[in-house]
């Protein structure tokens, strides 16, 4: 894929985040799911770290899976769909702020429009990174992303449990000075939590996790000034659910249980093209 084509993907993910509408970015697990979300229309895609690794049988967040393995399947996202791609990368994949670095630049190589680094650990006793070394990995990206791939740094306090918005707005606004273009903290708990964080790290962009039990809708979402929607692992999830139900019936004998208005027909036309 020539540097050509990843620069306009990387300069329509940038233009995506400048708004002033709000965009949905679905997280893909492979190739169909990626196509699929494309013939709807969707202006780029992400990678879901813990839907990847379920399709492994792999559990997320434990360092299970290689930088290698999750840059091939962002790549094959990107070929294959010809979209903006921004990679749920964890941690960074490294122990050190240098090694961040270097997967920003692998990412960048591979032809990645946006990369995600966490404040995570990958160790569940003790899941959060101290504040200042969370801080020096963002500013290790960012000195590799800037004006190449769109950096989002991301503080994973709610999402383990630890319910310090101080904390978590502390360090987006870390993070928000360090260089990352885009702010985010999945699983806060309120609007006004959202609201607090908007403000915080203005007039950067925030992205927001959503999941089918929240009550905002996207235009509500567009009013306090939310620039992007992610979906985190739901998406898989729901295909997941029909499997389930699907599997249910057809145990008690139900042969039709696995209709569908999609068919096999259609996935080969969509790899085909």
């Not at 985040?17 to 697990?29: E, L, S, V």
């Not at 559990?59 to 299970?64: F, Y």
């Not at 990352?180 to 203005?202: E, G, M, Q, R």
């Amino acid at each position: 894929m020539s540097d050509l084509a990843a620069q306009a993907r990387y300069e329509q993910f940038v233009e995506l985040h400048r708004g002033p509408g709000t965009f949905i970015m679905p997280n893909a697990w492979d190739v169909p799911s990626a196509l699929l979300f494309k013939e709807a229309g969707f202006k780029s895609i992400a990678t879901s770290s813990a839907a990847f690794a379920a399709t492994l049988g792999l559990l997320d967040g434990i360092h299970a899976i290689s930088r290698g393995t999750h840059l091939d399947h962002a790549a094959l996202l990107t070929s294959v769909s010809g979209l903006p791609i921004n990679g749920d990368f964890e941690d960074g994949y490294g122990k050190t702020p240098e090694d961040v670095a270097d997967t920003v630049e692998a990412a960048i190589t591979r032809g990645l429009a946006g990369i995600g680094v966490e404040d995570t650990t990958g160790e569940p006793g003790n899941p959060i990174r101290h504040f200042d070394d969370a801080v020096r990995r963002i500013e290790a990206a960012a000195a590799v992303a800037r004006g190449r791939i769109v950096l989002t740094g991301r503080t994973d306090n709610f999402l383990w449990g630890i319910s310090d918005l101080d904390d978590t707005v502390r360090r987006l606004t870390a993070f928000a000075e360090a260089g990352a273009d885009v702010l985010y903290a999945p699983n806060l708990p309120d609007v006004a939590s959202i609201s607090a964080v908007i403000k915080a790290v203005a007039p950067k962009p925030v992205n927001v996790l959503v999941s089918p039990n929240d009550t905002a809708t996207v235009a509500e979402l567009q009013t306090i000034g939310i620039r992007r929607i992610s979906l985190g692992v739901d998406p898989y999830t729901h295909a997941l659910g029909a499997t389930r139900a699907a599997a249910a019936k057809l145990a008690e004998g139900d042969l039709t249980a696995l209709a569908s208005e999609l068919n096999f027909g259609h996935i080969i036309d969509l790899i085909k093209t």
